[in-house]
C-alpha cells in the first residue's frame, strides 16, 4: 500500500509539474529568450523528472502530520469543524454576491478573502462550542421523538482496555444496568485483542476470542453504546499509554482490570474505573466473631491448618481444620485481613465434629 502511494505521488507530481514545466517553457519563448521548440521540450523534460523524484518527499510529510492530528481528534469535533466551515463558506458566497460589484483587482482579492475568513471562523466557533452544539442536537432530537423538554443526563464516556473486555463481567454490569453511556473500544485495542487471539499459546488464543465474545454482547445490549473508533495518539507507542491519553483528550473514564494501567492513570490524574477494586468492595463484610458454615477443601500452609473459600470467593484459613478437609463444618471467624489480593478471613471450628459434605 505505501508504495503504491509513493508511485501514484511520483506520477501525479511527474504530470503536474511536467504541464507546469511546459508552461514556463512557453512564456519564455514568448519573451523571445530561447526557441520554443527548444524551451518546451527541455522545462517540460525537467518539471516531470523533478516531479517524479521529490514529490513523495515534499507531499508525505506534510499529508502524514495532517493525517495524524485528525487521528488524535474526535468524531465530534471533525464533524463540528467541518460543518462550520461548511456554514462559513455558504455565507461567504452570499456576501461575495455584492462583492461582485467592486472593480478588478478589489473584486477577486476581497472575495477570497471573505471565503477564507469565513470558512475558518465557521470551523473556529463551531469546534469551541461543540458541546453546546451536541447538546442542542441531543436534545432537538429527543423533542423530535417523545415532545418532551425534561434534561436527560449527560452519558458517561468509557475508554474500555483489553483486560475488561477478556474479563467479561462488563457485559454483567451493563445488562443489569450499573454501566451505562458509551463504551468506546479504539481501533488499536481491537488489533490488540485479534493478536491475542491468533496467538500460537492456547491460553491466550481462549483469552482473545472471550474478548471478541464479549464485544460481540456488548454490543446486543441496549443501555450502552459500543463505538469502535479510529481515534488513536501516534505519538505513544504503547497501549496503555494510548489509552490513558486518548481519556485525557475526551475527557473520558478507563476501564480496565490492570493494576498497572490504574496506577498510570491515577498518575495522569485521568479517573479510572478497575472491576477487580469494585468487585472488593461489594464483597459481603465479614466481621470477627461471626458464624459461618463453610467446606474445608484444601490443607493450609501450616500443618494444622485447612483452607475453604466463601460464596464470592474469599479464602478462609481454619486454624486447626486439616482434620476436616473434605467436609463442611461450622467455624467462628478470629480475624479479617485485607491485602492487594483481597481479603484473607481466619476463622477457627466451633466444634470437632464434622457435617456431610
Known amino acids: 500500500m505505501k508504495h503504491s502511494a509513493h508511485l501514484f505521488l511520483r506520477l501525479l507530481g511527474m504530470f503536474l509539474l511536467g504541464w507546469l514545466g511546459m508552461a514556463v517553457g512557453r512564456t519564455l519563448a514568448f519573451l523571445g529568450a530561447y526557441p520554443e521548440k527548444y524551451a518546451v521540450l527541455v522545462y517540460t523534460l525537467l518539471g516531470a523528472l523533478v516531479g517524479l523524484i521529490l514529490t ?20 465530534q469535533t471533525v464533524w463540528a469543524g467541518i460543518l462550520g466551515m461548511t456554514l462559513g463558506l455558504l455565507v461567504s458566497s452570499l456576501l461575495s454576491v455584492p462583492l461582485r460589484l467592486l472593480p478588478s483587482p478589489l473584486r477577486e482579492t476581497l472575495t477570497l478573502a471573505a471565503h477564507l475568513i469565513l470558512a475558518y471562523l465557521g470551523a473556529f466557533i463551531f469546534v469551541a462550542r461543540q458541546n453546546d452544539l451536541a447538546a442542542f442536537m441531543a436534545t432537538f432530537r429527543r423533542l423530535g421523538q417523545s415532545g418532551s423538554t425534561a434534561p436527560t443526563q449527560q452519558p458517561w464516556v468509557y475508554v474500555v482496555d483489553t483486560s475488561a473486555l477478556i474479563d467479561g463481567r462488563i457485559v454483567d454490569m451493563a445488562r443489569l444496568g450499573f454501566l451505562q453511556g458509551t463504551l468506546l473500544v479504539p481501533r488499536f485495542i481491537l488489533t490488540e485483542l485479534q493478536g491475542i487471539a491468533d496467538a500460537l499459546d492456547g491460553d491466550k488464543r481462549r483469552r482473545g476470542r472471550r474478548g471478541l465474545d464479549m464485544l460481540r454482547e456488548l454490543q446486543s445490549i441496549p443501555s450502552v453504546e459500543v463505538r469502535i473508533t ?22 473520558a473514564q478507563v476501564l480496565t482490570t490492570d493494576y498497572n494501567l490504574t496506577q498510570i492513570g491515577r498518575l495522569h490524574q485521568v479517573q479510572v474505573l478497575n472491576i477487580h477494586d469494585l468487585a472488593k468492595i461489594m464483597q459481603p463484610p465479614v466481621l470477627p466473631g461471626e458464624r459461618l458454615t463453610i467446606s474445608i477443601s484444601q490443607a493450609g500452609k501450616s500443618p494444622d491448618q485447612g483452607v475453604g473459600f466463601l460464596p464470592d470467593g474469599t479464602m478462609v484459613v481454619v486454624e486447626g481444620g486439616r482434620d476436616l478437609i473434605g467436609s463442611k463444618a461450622d467455624v467462628q471467624i478470629t480475624k479479617v485481613l485485607q491485602t492487594t489480593g483481597g481479603r484473607i478471613v481466619f476463622a477457627r471450628p466451633i466444634s470437632q465434629g464434622r457435617k456431610g459434605a
Do not use: C, H, S, W
Not at 513523495?56 to 468524531?75: G, Q
Not at 479510529?230 to 475527557?251: F, N, S, T, Y
Open 56 to 75: 513523495p518527499y515534499i507531499v508525505l510529510p506534510p499529508l502524514n502530520y495532517i493525517r495524524r492530528r485528525v487521528l488524535e481528534l474526535p468524531a
Open 230 to 251: 479510529d481515534m488513536d495518539v501516534p505519538d505513544e507507542k504503547e497501549v496503555d499509554r494510548k489509552v490513558i491519553a486518548l481519556a485525557q483528550r475526551l475527557g
